[in-house]
């Protein structure tokens, strides 16, 4: 007979002692055999691990300082250390909690095993995240300089030989602003790669306790994840400006122009929420119950075919735009205050107001971002391929418009200053498509964080990708939809960065938070909910398709 059957039959279970064994209890350091098994598992007051014999880990217990030939299997509480049977016994720790040492390491390695998972999957993608837009930043630091020495040539070239010092004098302060500029970024980056590298090696300890099955080493372990959940300052440097004058020869040096100085700001980092305060109240707790403060009648047809939008202007006026060419400004009374046509006579795709109070709107057919100002209509953007969708207004008052191409194959998110495009988001870092193509209604919103938000109805999902362009997360509904399944269209968010979605099949809007953890509905007897928007004071419209009303809202 082979050694290893010898053993085999040598080996018996530890409850009734008859049985070849088959299991082990990781949890209670038992074996068992298949029978016993079951009997075992029915205390369903301990969480047992039971494996096969061959998976079982051997648990490694520290030998007590005290008593050498006995080993730690228990633990005090009061004293927070393994200790043996005979210190328990002992007056030492009279009158002590004394707990069984696998159920402290239990406990502990599940401790454990949390603290790695936030730092894998929450914070140390943080800090990725940070670093990368730093080198970004560093990239385009080139380019930035590269112009500002452009424009300090240009103007040199005017002013020929007069103001050649003091082109030379320029081109110095920017090279030097530059080194201050790229000295603080790289500080910057200095700082984060370190935090980094400490993540690193904490996770990997942490790895290597788990892996180890040490008693001591879990026992002595502390958690040092608070300290890195506050993120390290991020630095906001503006790229000085140069401005240019006429050409004055007595005033040369006033008329080349100055240039602005460098402006170098340390924010603090943003604390990362712990997987336990994630669903810890906001500033401005959710109501339980929200509530319709005010009804206004549009005056549209409540079609099904139709589409219906709101974009505040204050707390009391809202403009709309419908099934057809017509906007409108009505107060809660539902009164008209003004009506303006589209400069085409065609349904607008889109509207916003800016933080200036003027209102834009898009134009799909004539391919145009328009603005109304002072009552007067002026095409302010004309695209070539394209019709823009959907338009919000950011903080920095830029637009945000997305587009469809003009064969509905392609779809991306343009950025403008004015007439000027910035920058155009289209693709993840993989190269694939952010947002579904074809024939599609598509609506968008920047968040207070600044990472802009669309709600992409042909692909069921709330789309968020950061200020330049990085996706971050996608938001396909809650697993609650017994109803139909997501159908987003309109999206807004808050002074809380909760991001709101209109859910128009299950007739609610969803709630999350920056990050796409969803957080509750709002029902509030809505019907087919399209359009939305949300004033200064955090009170939501909500535009009903089948109704044509618009209902404000208090949820905050």
């Known amino acids: 007979m082979d050694p290893f059957r010898r053993a085999q039959i040598i080996l018996l279970c530890d409850l009734c002692k008859t049985a070849h064994l088959q299991s082990h209890c990781e949890r209670c350091d038992i074996n068992l055999c298949q029978t016993c098994v079951g009997k075992h598992l029915s205390d369903s007051s301990i969480r047992h691990k039971v494996v096969l014999y061959k998976y079982r880990k051997s648990l490694n217990y520290s030998t007590c300082p005290d008593h050498a030939d006995e080993l730690c299997k228990n633990y005090c509480e009061k004293c927070d250390l393994p200790v043996c049977s005979t210190c328990v016994s002992s007056s030492k720790h009279e009158g002590h909690d004394i707990s069984d040492i696998l159920e402290k390491l239990c406990s502990k390695t599940e401790s454990l095993q949390k603290d790695l998972d936030e730092l894998e999957t929450r914070i140390y993608p943080r800090y990725e995240e940070m670093a990368s837009d730093v080198q970004t930043e560093k990239v385009e630091l080139e380019t930035n300089y590269g112009e500002l020495t452009t424009i300090a040539d240009q103007q040199g070239e005017i002013l020929h030989r007069e103001i050649t010092a003091i082109v030379n004098q320029r081109k110095s302060d920017i090279q030097e602003m530059k080194i201050k500029h790229l000295s603080t970024l790289n500080k910057n980056t200095d700082e984060i790669t370190q935090k980094m590298a400490e993540l690193k090696q904490i996770m990997s300890d942490l790895k290597s306790i788990l892996k180890s099955n040490d008693v001591s080493l ?145 134009d799909p057919r004539e391919r145009t971002i328009n603005l109304l100002k002072n009552k007067q209509i002026q095409t302010v953007i004309t695209q070539q391929g394209w019709y823009p969708l959907s338009v919000c207004s950011t903080a920095s008052d830029d637009l945000l418009v997305i587009m469809d191409s003009d064969d509905v194959k392609q779809s991306k998110v343009v950025r403008y200053s004015g007439s000027t495009e910035k920058q155009s988001i289209q693709f993840d870092d993989q190269g694939r498509p952010l947002y579904k193509s074809g024939p599609n209604i598509k609506y968008l919103s920047e968040n207070k964080n600044l990472d802009i938000c669309v709600a992409d109805n042909k692909a069921r999902a709330v789309v968020v990708v950061n200020q330049s362009g990085k996706l971050r997360f996608r938001y396909t509904g809650h697993p609650s939809n017994t109803k139909q399944s997501f159908d987003p269209y309109g999206i807004t968010t808050d002074s809380q960065s909760h991001i709101l979605t209109a859910d128009y099949n299950n007739d609610r809007i969803h709630i999350l938070d920056q990050d796409g953890q969803f957080f509750r509905y709002i029902h509030c007897d809505l019907r087919r909910p399209w359009g939305l928007c949300v004033d200064i004071r955090d009170n939501l419209f909500v535009a009903e398709l089948h109704t044509a009303k618009v209902k404000k809202i208090q949820y905050l």
């Open 218 to 362: 879990t026992s002595t372990y502390k958690s040092r994840t608070s300290e890195f959940r506050t993120l390290p300052p991020k630095v906001r440097v503006t790229v000085p400006s140069l401005s240019a004058q006429k050409i004055n020869k007595d005033q040369l040096n006033e008329m080349f122009g100055s240039l602005s100085p460098l402006s170098i700001n340390t924010e603090h980092g943003d604390t990362i929420k712990s997987a336990e305060a994630v669903s810890s109240p906001p500033v401005k707790p959710l109501l339980d119950e929200p509530r319709v403060t005010a009804t206004i009648d549009t005056g549209y047809k409540n079609t099904f075919f139709g589409r219906l939008s709101v974009s505040c202007l204050s707390e009391d006026q809202v403009w709309t735009c419908g099934d057809n060419e017509t906007m409108k400004l009505l107060n809660l009374q539902s009164k008209l205050l003004t009506s303006i046509q589209t400069k085409s006579g065609r349904r607008p795709g889109g509207i916003a107001v800016t933080r200036d109070g003027d209102l834009v709107y898009t």
